[in-house]
């Protein structure tokens, strides 16, 4: 993990916007089930670029000429990632947006 993420930005990206959907959560007061999902999203989006950065690396030590077969697996992973990052965003509303909309309804005076 130390490596992940003091050599990935796309982790750390991901690390701080789990920083921020876990205060949002305190400060939201989610409730258990919802602190389960946001948990294992975040979790999923980390181990995704994990495996990415693992499969990155492997790629590059077995070869370093342009190959198809590289380009493939480096692809699929950094997409493995996109798909887990996309999801992350769809269970963000699910859980915030509930608890967002009422109060953005009494700020707007509506």
């Known amino acids: 993990m130390g490596h992940l993420l003091r050599t990935q930005r796309n ?6 916007a789990g ?7 305190v400060v939201l007061g989610i409730e258990r089930c919802e602190w389960l999902a946001l948990v294992i999203t975040i979790t999923l989006v980390l181990a995704a670029e994990g495996v990415n ?6 790629v590059d ?3 370093s000429a342009r ?7 480096k692809d699929v992973a950094a997409g493995t990632v996109l798909i887990c990052a996309i999801a992350s ?18 700020l707007s005076g509506s």
């Open 19 to 25: 920083a921020c959907a876990v205060a949002l959560g």
């Open 67 to 73: 190959h198809p077969l590289a380009k493939i697996a």
């Open 89 to 106: 965003v769809v269970v963000g509303c699910f859980i915030f947006l509930p608890h967002l909309l009422p109060l953005l309804f009494r």
């Open 11 to 16: 982790a750390q990206i991901h690390c701080l």
């Open 61 to 63: 030590l077995a070869t």
């Open 53 to 58: 950065t693992a499969i990155e690396a492997t």
